[in-house]
């Protein structure tokens, strides 16, 4: 199928051009004409189906075609839950609008606010928006909807997830009543229908395949490890050439500074990603890694949640994930646009019944393997292993107490192949069963 039946507007159809697109993915496909049209819509589909040009392109065509004379003022707004997937939004949007006299703005905590009330009172033609920093600056009086006309809520159901949910009522109570409304998900949970009742009108379900699941299309491999040896085996693997562009996760915040500060110490340059890093700190991190500044990124799951970056030849699990969805997240990550992709999983004597009970879910078994050329007996930890123990163990009882909520890069970049086999997913299926 060709983009030029969609129905979407001449200048658009020639900034997806020019970013290399030759056709729609499925979600494109089906969102597209009913968003045109006028529809509410549901869309049920993972990051990386191409779901953000799936409702931007029909809404920019929809915001072209505005007679010109009309008043000026915000006509869309799209919430989404975190700033990294605020910024990648906002980058796909000024890409396939270059050729159109569009202005967007980005809303989001931990940076001033006051470019963010300029560029508001000024209204800009679409917001994008993090709910929080948001309805502080309603509160403000710093935004005015009244003109609006589209509403977009992505990953609903990552919203719904860190307790956005009274932030979006109370931001929708102070929008039109006519308006359309778009709203993604990644799965259709019973919180997510009653969402649709409550801001949508007769909405249109899509629902898109899965990816090909991560889990089965990438290559995974076990490195059993005694915990106080699991620098020693980072620092091992690093040195192989392979490892070109090599996402590290830990489950700590403070662990990922400890991991990049071990590896800076040992010559490896590397980047952070986590939620106590400032705004600005996490942009430079995600630059420097995409641009090869630096070949290794050490991430924690929320900051990392979404990202879009091509190329990544190996995901290293440093710390076992805890949570199913997270491990398919994590070594999504990999083997992204086709590529080769490792994943990598460290696994202690503490993380075997989690390993067991994600080779129940995927439904196989993953393959244990030495590194080769280490020497696991000698014990060789440059690093304070215990205090790493300690610290570790605390942190997690802390955070197993506590999940905690989770989030997500550059414009338009090419895009792996979407569709796979459906696979519907409810949120008991998609954490650890034990
Ligand atoms: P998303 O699911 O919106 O995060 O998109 C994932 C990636 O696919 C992004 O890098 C997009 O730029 C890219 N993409 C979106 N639509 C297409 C398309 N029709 N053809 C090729 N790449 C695409």
């Given at each position: 199928m060709s983009f030029s039946i969609l129905g979407l507007d001449a200048k658009i159809l020639q900034a997806v051009t020019e970013a290399g697109y030759t056709e729609p993915t499925p979600i494109q496909s089906a969102a597209i004409p009913p968003i045109i049209a006028g529809h509410d819509l549901i869309g049920i589909a993972q990051t990386g189906t191409g779901k953000t040009a799936a409702f931007t392109l029909p809404m920019l065509t929809k915001l072209a075609q505005l007679p010109p004379g009309s008043r000026r003022g915000t006509k869309v707004l799209v919430l989404a839950p975190t700033r990294e997937l605020v910024v990648q939004i906002e980058e796909n949007i000024r890409a396939y609008a270059k050729h159109l006299p569009l202005t967007v703005a980005t809303v989001f905590g931990g940076v001033g606010e006051h470019p963010q009330i300029r560029a508001l009172r000024s209204g800009t033609d679409v917001v994008v928006a993090c709910p929080g920093r948001l309805l502080d600056l309603m509160g403000q009086r710093a935004?005015?909807?009244?003109?609006?006309k589209y509403l977009v809520l992505d990953e609903a159901d990552r919203m719904l997830d860190m307790g956005f949910l009274p932030s979006i009522r109370r931001i929708v109570q102070q929008l039109p009543k006519v308006r359309q409304t778009l709203m993604f998900s990644a799965t259709l949970s019973k919180e997510i229908e009653s969402l649709t009742h409550e801001f949508q009108r007769a909405p249109k379900i899509i629902q898109i395949g899965r990816r090909a699941n991560p889990a089965e299309t990438v290559t995974q491999f076990v490195y059993e490890v005694p915990k106080h040896l699991k620098p020693a085996l980072l620092l091992h693997l690093l040195n192989d050439p392979k490892m070109e562009m090599v996402l590290v996760f830990s489950r700590m915040k403070h662990a990922a500074d400890r991991v990049a500060r071990q590896l800076e110490q040992k010559g490896i340059r590397c980047a952070t990603l986590h939620s106590n890093r400032s705004q600005n700190q996490r942009l430079k991190a995600l630059k420097d890694f995409k641009s090869g500044a630096v070949r290794v990124l050490v991430a924690t799951d929320i900051a990392a949640r979404g990202i879009d970056v091509d190329g990544i030849s190996h995901v290293i699990n440093y710390d076992f994930p805890m949570h199913v969805e997270d491990y398919i997240h994590r070594i999504g990550?990999?083997?992204?646009?086709?590529?080769i992709g490792d994943a990598i999983s460290f696994v202690t004597n503490e993380d075997h019944s989690e390993l067991r009970a994600l080779e129940r879910f995927i439904g196989r078994g993953i393959v244990r393997k030495k590194a080769e050329?280490?020497?696991?007996?000698?014990?060789?930890?440059?690093?304070?292993p215990a205090e790493e123990d300690s610290r570790l163990t605390r942190g997690h009882q802390q955070h197993r107490q506590q999940r905690p909520a989770r989030p997500q890069s550059s414009g338009p970049?090419?895009?792996?192949q979407s569709g796979g086999p459906s696979r519907p997913q409810s949120s008991g299926q998609s954490r650890w069963r034990r």
């Open positions: 935004a005015d909807f009244s003109q609006l990550r990999t083997g992204r646009a086709n590529a050329g280490f020497n696991y007996t000698a014990a060789a930890p440059a690093y304070n970049s090419r895009h792996p």
